[in-house]
């Protein structure tokens, strides 16, 4: 199993995932997509950090939790969200 399994991910990430693939609804992540996340607990934080012209030449998305923090890219964490929400919804 590899990184771009969402099962590869602790299983608070992976329901995570599934969350955020829910609300984009088939659409592209957006940092708003962020704020349509439904989850029964809010024991995360999920945030966009944008880039700027000095330091960072693109954004990225980090996930904060009890257990970690964990840094994704736009289109990797996009793959994995859609990958976890056809998971729970029992679609390949």
Known sequence: ????????W??????IFSA??????EKRLTPET???VQMPNDQFTISHVARN?????T???QISTYGGRWT?????????CRAAARAAAGQR
């Open 53 to 57: 012209d000095f330091s960072r030449k």
């Open 10 to 15: 602790p299983t608070q990430l992976q329901e």
């Open 72 to 80: 994704f890219r736009s289109g990797k964490l996009e793959r994995l």
């Open 1 to 8: 199993m590899d990184d771009t399994d969402p099962k590869y």
């Open 34 to 36: 962020l704020n349509l």
């Open 20 to 25: 955020v693939g829910r609300a984009m609804d």
């Open 59 to 61: 954004g990225y998305y």
